[in-house]
T-cell receptor, first 115, second 113 residues
Framework: KNQVEQSPQSLIILEGKNCTLQ??????????LRWYKQDTGRGPVSLTI?????NTKSNGRYTATLDADTKQSSLHITASQLSDSASYIC??????????????FGTGTQLKVEL | DAGITQSPRHKVTETGTPVTLRCHQT?????MYWYRQDPGHGLRLIHY???????DKGEVSDGYSVSRSKTEDFLLTLESATSSQTSVYFC????????????FGPGTRLTVT
């Protein structure tokens, strides 16, 4: 069964600090891995998308890494801001179906940034 | 939210009543999806559409039906709502079968009492 597991479930950090979120997956076949940010009461918004051949991708203060051999990914947030408080969701695509990419979603890491 | 609106944004209904949620897009994207999001679960696909009048089931389709009569609108219907269908429902769109990016709507919070 395809699974995406994220850790930690929740995290509290002080503003200005860095943090790293983890994602382990057992999705096969593998097509691509995405990180989404979901603010409370909003829909998920894409941060990064990495294919099999990419092992690092950045989007501003967000840097995602991918190790396709160990089936692990991480999302590093640098110099956190209060606006980074959100749920971060790891999503793995297991190839194409008639409806496009077949996606398996993690349950998310809830990040809170405090003063 | 990438030109996607969902209506209503919040709804409380009673067990056994029919409910229809609407997703409207202004992006002219071909593919549209309905997901549900529940605590302890990742988003799960209910149904999707790959064109006008073309729909198919996702992993949690029991108790739900969909219709797409126009490119811009994708309706999700709960024929007889149950408490287990209390959830937050998200619509998503993408423009091609191989596209990586899915854009999500703002969500509809449905409570079935």
């Amino acid at each position: 069964k395809n699974q995406v597991e994220q850790s930690p479930q929740s995290l509290i950090i002080l503003e200005g600090k860095n943090c790293t979120l983890q994602c382990n997956y057992t999705v096969s076949p593998f097509s691509n891995l995405r990180w989404y940010k979901q603010d409370t009461g909003r829909g998920p918004v894409s941060l990064t998308i990495m294919t099999f051949s990419e092992n690092t991708k950045s989007n501003g203060r967000y840097t995602a890494t991918l190790d396709a051999d160990t089936k692990q990914s991480s999302l590093h947030i640098t110099a956190s801001q209060l606006s980074d408080s959100a749920s971060y969701i790891c999503v793995v695509s297991g190839g194409l179906t008639g409806g496009g990419n077949k996606l398996t979603f993690g349950t998310g890491t809830q990040l809170k940034v405090e003063l | 939210d990438a030109g996607i609106t969902q209506s209503p944004r919040h709804k409380v209904t009673e067990t056994g009543t029919p409910v229809t949620l609407r997703c409207h897009q202004t992006e002219n994207h071909r593919y549209m999806y309905w997901y549900r999001q529940d605590p302890g679960h990742g988003l799960r696909l209910i149904h999707y559409s790959y064109g006008v009048k073309d729909t198919d089931k996702g992993e949690v389709s029991d108790g739900y039906s969909v219709s797409r009569s126009k490119t811009e609108d994708f309706l999700l219907t709960l024929e007889s709502a149950t408490s287990s269908q209390t959830s937050v429902y998200f619509c998503a769109i993408t423009d091609s079968i191989g596209a990586y990016e899915q854009y999500f709507g703002p969500g509809t919070r449905l409570t079935v009492t």
